[in-house]
């Protein structure tokens, strides 16, 4: 009995399930014409992602079994409206979409939605690494079959890409530029030509396999991070590009941070027992070293590591869980710069000497300033001098 | 409920202000294509028998011209007034509905009357009106004030241009959460905190976008002329009623809305058209004045303000005379376009103009939007960057579908903009990002100018400057040439003059020229001198720079603007240009512009500054805080000193980039730092960065370092002490001696005031010179020699003088030449040692003809130098009063100093130095006598560094130890030697580089020893390939007589772990400006021994300025080093651009960069050309130096944006270099 609801309790829902009646709901809500291949008009894709006012109610002809008759429809990615459009309206052109920006701003999460949306399934997903091959993006072949009856349809292992072209559906491509780049190139051609050869069943009617209309493509890439292969002028010209940007706001990512380390800490049953305080602190340097820019406008010098949301999370959960196993050992305010020095310091030793300089700079004159919080950071900088 | 009840509201407003006949209300913006293609129509609909247009009376007379068909637009209307007022400011383009009207008017005949407030009207000019009056409005949130209607309200730009910045609304207040109705529908409030928001939601995604250009202009195309009208006005309405709800309209707005109402009045009866701004247009209804005033006592106010001077005449006729001079000159669609910082502008003119050419056709504007977006990629292809039609497609596909997505009728500026950063600019922020940006700029700008009609009466810049002049009491035409001297900040006029004068130069306007003052002490003179003259070039640049403003703070300003954009369009500022940029601001007292360079300064100097620009920045804003630049007094002290602390700090970043310094100025500028660091109390920084370059840095620099430390308290000065006294022992070899010199020379440069007070710190040094035995002694001299002579020759005297106190005082006889003296002193001494021996006293030793102290006796006993006489030797002064073997060394020595520089350097006891030696030779022989052999090699070897050639003759090419530092001495001297000469140095450098290469040869070798062998893909030896195997084989395999398939595995794959290594290309990009020598030869040694490895080619690309490819003698180092001219500035860019020509497989080429990074040129461009060659797939690498100790010197900051461009900056020695050629090439 137990085994059953753990094997059925998913870590992670995908979109397509998680917000189903949102979908079907929007589906018949908007019955405008759609795109070739497409399950929602593009403004209801917007709708769907970006989020409506209020609660929308179904147009009287439109009511159906089973279908809720109103439905509020939240914002799923937090940002920019118009991005949400023109991403909608380029995958509406059939044309492939690169979501670029630093790690931890929720690119995945909006090709998730996107392709979710369009096309019902965000499945269709290949994970670039350095280990990608190029039959993950084509094909490849079941070498048992294959030895045994020869070439054939069935020998055939279709990569997410190959069904996403034969479907009509949205492929998703995670982190292209982990993959090297001959093996990114292989989407050049599917890209233009919308077909891929398979020259081993030449003679065949599989020799080819068209693309069905509503096939894109959405690729998710770093261009800054170390470790990234650069993608070639070819492919790049093949996509439009659209620059995700971190968090605008303080206390969006302040809450987001908490939030995150609150689940991690969750997970361990254990409470999370950081001050919120502590927790802007964190966030507030994380921001300013990111940025090169303090809060108050004073010059940072920005390390060459990405400071990324993500790694925020990482040190509030250790905080807390520093604070959760070892309470009353010292104060969790005191673990702070020895966290961020290993964050700073992960690409680049001599980066540290850029906090020692965020420390003689931002620190010291939030500190004058009176700030307590930031008058006891200052006071713990033998932390980072070694 | 409210929301339906205010909707209805809403349209009753709407419909009195749409219905009005008496006055017919035209709500425009300043610039709007929309309005101005449908304006001709309202008007002959209306046929209206008076025109009102919102501009000021004094422009009365010039309407006339205006509108002449001779004149194309743009052009401009001006007012000054009097003394004291900037200049308001009218541009018009086609696309202008004011001008349209005019036009319009004159064209049927219809008499055009300006109604808004006369300038010289004093409400424009009184600052606290605004805010007294605001002031006790309590819920005033700010948010949608100003900012919010500045589109629709056109004011004339009193001075501060910034205040007409875009019309981006205030991005604050809760953003609302938006709907997409499954209709097009424009849903106007749905209880939304402003009517501003709510139009806004409902018109776009955007956050950005006016509400204006949302609602008029781009649902425009296609519209009903009547619809866009209503259109217009409901904006203006909403503008008003939030900016009403919000704390009211400010004051000056309700003056200017009463003088229009009584030009309404005036004209009562008639058919009045008025065309005005939107947010004016509500308080023009006939039944406004009662609803609009009651609070704000405005009838009294208006009394007071606009009563006075010209009471009952408001229609303009009867103005103010001679207090507003007003002119008309032409414009230009750069100067119009909203960034250049001119007041009243619009973004992208030719966009618009195109816009109004469309003429409302939705169409036609996609045709626009396409020409628009074909011409872009066109640019962008030119300036190198792959953009073919299938981008023009997908960027007018974007834009069109955008639209409709939007429910607009066609694309607007912002779809047109968003799709081109989309489809363009990749993602790249940097490289591609600027091209796209560039090219858009040019091809939306445009670069149409405006001509006036033949006839129009001249007006402007000249007449404004010879009125200027003549107040300033200064020359004018015809008037003889003057000179003048200024005190600025004395007297008040001469500050003006002095203002004026920068004004003029600024400009170009040949008028007066400044001569050289040298200030009290070196320092900065506070007086400037001045020769003016009136030329006719005067008169004709005057007219050239007219187009620029209409008096001279207006040129002038646009001048520095239009600097600073060509600036920004080449990739700038650079750090030195955005110093400049706010020196010239500051003279020229353009208040707002020097703020705004003072910000440019406080981010660029800090992001890419070098520690000299640094330091002259520093420099320019002490000025500025101690008010000393007369313009910019003005400016807020916290400020500057805000500023200056953020450059502090950046400039503590640079001291890590100095490790590998070997100039006395470098060690001069950490120490003043370092003074200024310790204000703000020591940084933990540069505390660390100090340590690190004590142990670290050069000799000379570490030395400087340490002694930094010990004045700042970080290290005990005894510690420091016995430090320098190792190094005096340690001195045993000739390297640890050339450290030695570089050691004394960068602690002494730093330490000098301690010298006289002596102190720990320096006890060490002083007893080590003066107890070392002779030879030990006579074997350092010349490098403590050499480490003193940065003393300049008067610190040395004073420094001997401490060190007679310190031996005790005794009074030294050979310091005195008359014999008659001599003889006297002689008399006394044998007196006075009668006398000691009368009484039975011990009477002191004497030693060769000096009487010691005790003290110093005590020391000597070791050798025939005495202290005094060692000092004399060491300090290089007082020669004469060493007597024989000792004077000789002097002689030899000195030949080499001479004097010395700085301080005291003419005088002193010149006539003390033996004569000169009649030769080279004999000098050699000399040395080689006094100090042996190998010493002598040493000073000749520093000769030959102090650009004596024939020094370097001298050294014989097989007994000279080669090194790189002698190489880098002769290859100095060859580029101003004459061939013959050079002829004769050749054995002698190829030789050196000989033994060089050899030496790094078998160290690199190990490290590179895979390259030379490549293994063959198909060799068996690694794993089978099975899928590779299967899919190779599948053409020759066939199916057997049972139907069986059968893989007949023919040939097998196997997986190597190596790549094919061939044919790897390397391109050495080495920086020949000057400080770079070492590295230069080195990067020579190491491409040398690089080119000899058979899988590698290696190209050897040479840069200063400009760049020249030296790969055809990269096998021979020593016609390379001979063909390098080492010196000039530095452009990494066009070495690197140069560079991508020469890859052509990307993946298998490495750049590797040698330079100090202190790069030249804006620094977007080298950042654009790093991340050009990091996105074709090079393998990149920055070598900040590249010599054996790996010690870099270099710009800190520049190479940091580097590292985040893709460009991994390190200090590599050639060892390194070669294990990571070694890394990248092999699997």
Redesign the interface.
């Known amino acids: 009995m137990t085994t059953e609801t753990v094997e059925r309790v998913r870590q992670v829902d995908p979109a397509e399930h998680a917000y189903a009646d949102q979908l079907a709901f929007l589906a018949a809500?908007?019955d405008?014409p759609r795109p070739p291949g497409w399950r929602l008009t593009?403004?209801?894709v917007?709708?769907f992602i970006?989020?409506?006012?209020?609660v929308?109610q179904l147009?009287k002809g439109a009511r159906r079994e089973g279908l809720p008759a109103r439905c509020a429809i939240e914002?799923k990615f937090v940002g920019?409206?118009?991005l949400?459009?023109?991403c909608?309206?380029?995958l509406?052109?059939e044309?492939g979409l690169?979501l670029?920006?630093e790690p931890g701003t929720a690119k995945s999460m909006l090709s998730e939605l996107l392709s979710a949306a369009v096309c019902g399934t965000s499945e269709l997903v290949v994970q670039g690494t350095a280990g990608t091959t190029e039959?993950q993006l084509r094909y490849?072949?079941n070498?048992a079959l294959?030895?045994?009856?020869?070439?054939s349809p069935e020998a055939l292992v279709p990569s997410p890409v190959l069904t996403a072209m034969s479907t009509g559906a949205v492929a998703r491509v995670e982190e292209i530029t982990r993959c090297l780049?001959e093996v990114q190139d292989a989407l050049v051609s599917i890209l233009s030509d919308r077909r891929i050869a398979v020259p081993?069943l030449a003679g065949t009617e599989h020799a080819t396999v068209p693309a069905r209309p509503g096939f894109t493509v959405v690729a998710t890439a770093n261009?800054?991070d170390r470790g990234v292969?650069?993608?070639?002028?070819a492919l790049?010209?093949r996509?439009?590009?659209?620059?995700v940007g971190p968090i605008p706001d303080l206390a969006a990512e302040t809450a987001l941070v908490t939030r995150q380390a609150k689940a991690v800490l969750d997970r361990v049953s254990t409470p999370f027992a950081v001050d919120e305080a502590v927790v802007e602190a964190l966030v507030t340097a994380f921001r300013d070293l990111r940025a090169g820019r303090s809060v108050e406008g004073?010059?940072v010098?920005?390390p060459?590591t990405v400071m990324s949301t993500a790694e925020a999370v990482a040190v509030a959960s250790s905080i807390g869980l520093a604070a959760a196993y070892f309470p009353g050992d010292r104060d969790v305010l005191s673990l702070l710069p020895g966290h961020l020095l290993g964050v700073v310091r992960k690409d680049?030793p001599?980066d540290g000497?850029?906090l020692?300089?965020y420390?003689?700079?931002a620190v010291?004159r939030r500190a004058q300033g009176g700030a307590r919080l930031w008058r006891q950071l200052w006071e713990l900088?033998d932390v980072?001098?070694d | 409920m409210s929301s339906r009840t205010e909707r209805t509201e809403v349209n009753a407003v709407l419909d009195t202000l749409y219905g009005c006949e008496r006055p017919y209300l035209v709500g425009i913006r300043h610039h709007s294509p929309a309005l101005s293609v449908v304006l001709p129509d309202l008007l002959a609909k209306y046929q209206p028998e008076m025109l009102l247009v919102e501009l000021p009376a004094e422009f009365t007379d010039w309407l006339g011209w205006l509108a002449d068909p001779g004149t194309t637009a743009p052009v401009a209307l001006a007012g000054v007034v009097a003394e004291g007022g900037g200049p308001a400011f009218y541009p018009f383009a086609d696309f202008s509905p004011e001008l349209v009207a005019i036009r319009w008017a004159v064209a049927h005949g219809v008499p055009v009357v300006p109604c808004d407030l006369p300038l010289a009207d004093p409400a424009w000019r009184d600052p606290h009106a605004d805010a007294a009056w605001r002031a006790p409005a309590p819920q005033a949130p700010l948010d949608h004030g100003p900012a919010q209607k500045a589109p629709l309200d056109h004011r004339p730009a009193q001075r501060a241009p910034l205040d007409h910045r875009p019309a981006q609304e205030a991005p604050s207040g809760p953003e609302p959460a938006r709907e997409a109705p499954p209709s097009r529908r424009l849903t106007l409030t749905q209880g939304l905190p402003t009517l501003a928001q709510g139009l806004k939601a409902a018109a776009s995604g955007r956050a950005d976008e006016d509400m204006w250009d949302r609602t008029v202009e781009a649902r425009a195309p296609g519209a009903d002329t009547e619809a866009i009208r209503r259109a217009a006005l409901l904006v203006g309405w909403a503008l008003r009623h939030d900016t009403e709800r919000a704390g009211g309209v400010s004051r000056i707005d309700l003056c200017r809305e009463a003088w229009m109402r009584r030009c309404l009045a005036e004209a009562a009866g008639k058919r009045v058209a008025a065309v005005v701004g939107a947010f004016h247009a509500p308080a023009l209804l006939p039944s406004a004045p009662d609803t609009d005033t009651p609070a704000t006592g405005a009838p009294d106010t208006d009394a007071r303000n606009t009563g006075a001077p010209n009471t009952g005449a408001p229609n303009g006729r009867v103005r103010p005379a001679g207090t507003v001079v007003t002119s008309l000159v032409p414009y230009t669609f750069e100067l119009l376009d909203e960034r250049s910082g001119y007041p009243a502008g619009i973004r992208d003119p030719q966009w618009q103009q195109a816009v109004l050419r469309a003429a409302g056709d939705p169409l036609a504007i996609e045709a626009a939007a396409t020409e628009s977006v074909v011409q872009i990629c066109a640019r962008v292809r030119a300036a190198g960057h792959p953009a073919g039609p299938a981008e023009a497609r997908e960027a007018v596909r974007l834009a069109s579908d955008l639209a409709r997505l939007r429910g607009l009728p066609a694309p607007g500026r912002g779809e047109l903009v968003e799709a081109l950063q989309t489809v363009l600019a990749q993602g790249e922020v940097m490289g591609r990002g600027r091209a796209v940006a560039a090219a858009m700029e040019r091809a939306l700008v445009g670069d149409r100018r405006g001509t006036l009609a033949p006839g129009t009466p001249r007006s402007g810049l000249g007449p404004a400057v010879r009125d200027l002049l003549a107040a300033l009491r200064l020359p004018g035409p015809g008037g003889p040439e003057k000179e003048v001297r200024l005190d600025p900040l004395r007297s008040d006029l001469d500050r003006r003059r002095e203002v004026a004068l920068h004004r003029l130069t600024v400009c170009d306007i040949p008028y007066g020229e400044a001569t050289e003052v040298v200030g009290l002490g070196g320092g900065d003179a506070l007086t400037s001198r001045w020769r003016l003259r009136w030329t006719p070039g005067t008169e004709a640049m005057l007219d050239v720079a007219g187009v620029r403003g209409v008096v001279l703070a207006q040129a002038a300003e646009g001048m520095l603007r239009e600097r600073r954009r060509r600036e920004a369009a080449a990739g700038g500022p650079t750090a030195s240009e955005a110093v400049e940029g706010l020196r010239a601001a500051a003279v020229c007292g353009l208040a707002v512009l020097t703020t705004e360079r003072l910000a440019e300064v406080a981010t660029l100097v800090p992001a890419s500054g070098t520690l000299s620009e640094t330091i002259g920045a520093l420099a320019l804003l002490d000025r500025l805080r101690l008010g000393h630049i007369a313009g910019a007094s003005g400016l807020p002290k916290t400020e500057v000193s805000a500023v200056a602390e953020v450059l502090e700090a950046a400039a503590v970043r640079q001291v890590d980039g100095l490790a590998g310094s070997e100039d006395v100025a470098d060690a001069h500028a950490l120490a003043a730092l370092a003074q200024r660091a310790e204000g703000t109390g020591v940084g933990l920084r540069l505390s660390a960065a100090l340590d690190r370059l004590t142990t670290g840095g050069t000799p000379m620099i570490g030395a400087a370092a340490g002694v930094v430390r010990m004045l700042l308290g970080l290290d005990e000065p005894a510690a420091l002490g016995s430090r320098l006294a190792s190094w005096v022992d340690t001195a045993t070899t000739p390297d640890a001696r050339r450290a030695l010199r570089g050691r004394l020379t960068g602690a002494l440069a730093v330490a000098e005031p301690l010298l006289h007070t002596g102190g720990e710190a320096l006890t060490g040094l002083l007893e080590r010179v003066e107890s070392l035995a002779d030879d030990e002694f006579l074997a350092r001299l010349p490098a403590l020699r050499g480490g003193f002579h940065v003393l300049s020759p008067a610190a040395r005297g004073r420094l001997l003088e401490v060190v007679h106190e310190r031996l005790g005082g005794g009074y030294d006889v050979g310091a005195v030449d008359d014999p008659d003296l001599l003889l006297a002193r002689l008399l006394a001494d044998r007196a006075g040692l009668d006398a000691l021996s009368r009484h039975r006293l011990p009477a002191p030793s004497t030693t060769d003809g000096h009487p010691p102290t005790v003290d110093a006796a005590a020391r000597t006993v070791s050798g025939q130098l005495s202290a005094a006489d060692r000092w004399r030797l060491v300090l290089g002064r007082e020669s004469r009063c060493l007597a024989g073997a000792a004077r000789r060394y002097a002689t030899a020595l000195d030949e080499l100093y001479g004097t010395g520089q700085g301080e005291g350097c003419r005088d002193g006891d010149a006539a003390g130095r033996g004569p000169a030696f009649p030769s080279v030779r004999e000098w050699a022989r000399e040395l080689e006598e006094l100090f042996g052999s190998g010493v002598r090699e040493e000073v000749l070897a520093s000769a030959a560094e102090s650009g004596r050639a024939d020094a370097a003759l001298l050294l014989e090419p097989h007994s000279v130890r080669p090194s790189v530092e002698l190489l880098q001495s002769v290859l100095s001297l060859a580029g101003g030697m004459p061939e013959s000469t050079v002829a004769r140095l050749r054995p002698l450098v190829a030789r050196i580089i000989e033994e060089l290469t050899r030496e790094l040869a078998v160290r690199l070798r190990p490290a590179l020893s895979g390259l030379t062998t490549p293994r063959p893909t198909y060799r068996p030896g690694g794993p089978l390939d099975l899928s590779r195997t299967v899919r190779r084989n599948l053409a020759v395999s066939r199916f057997d007589d049972d139907g069986r398939f059968v893989l007949v595995p023919a040939t097998p794959v196997f997986r190597t772990r190596a790549r094919r290594g061939v044919d790897w290309r390397l391109v050495l990009v080495v920086d020949v400006s000057g400080s770079m020598e070492a590295s230069v030869i080195w990067s020579a040694l190491t491409s040398a021994v690089l080119a000899g490895v058979p899988a590698l080619t290696t190209h050897f690309v040479a840069f200063s300025t400009e760049v020249v490819d030296l790969t055809d003698r990269v096998h021979d180092p020593l016609s390379l080093l001979l063909e390098v001219q080492v010196g000039g500035g530095t452009h990494i860019a066009a070495g690197l651009r140069y560079a991508r020509g020469l890859v052509t497989v990307p993946a298998r080429t490495l750049v590797v960069v040698v330079s100090d990074f202190e790069e030249g040129y804006p620094l977007a461009g080298l950042l654009g050309e790093v991340r050009a060659l990091k996105e074709s797939g090079c393998t990149l690498l920055g070598c900040a130096s590249l010599d054996d100790d790996a010690r870099p010197r270099y710009c800190v900051s520049t190479a940091g944006q580097l590292v985040a461009a893709g460009m991994p900056v390190a200090a590599l020695s050639p060892m390194e270099l070669a294990r990571w050629v070694g890394e990248q090439v092999k699997p």
């Open positions: 809500y908007d405008g593009p403004r209801a917007v709708t970006a989020g409506a006012t209020g929308l147009p914002a920019d409206r118009a949400v459009e023109r909608v309206v380029t509406a052109g044309r690169l670029v920006g039959d490849g072949w070498y294959l030895l045994a009856h020869g070439p780049p081993e261009l800054r292969s650069e993608m070639s002028a790049k010209r996509f439009n590009f659209e620059t004073w010059d010098e920005r060459s680049d001599a000497a850029k020692l300089g420390w003689d700079g010291r900088r980072i001098t």
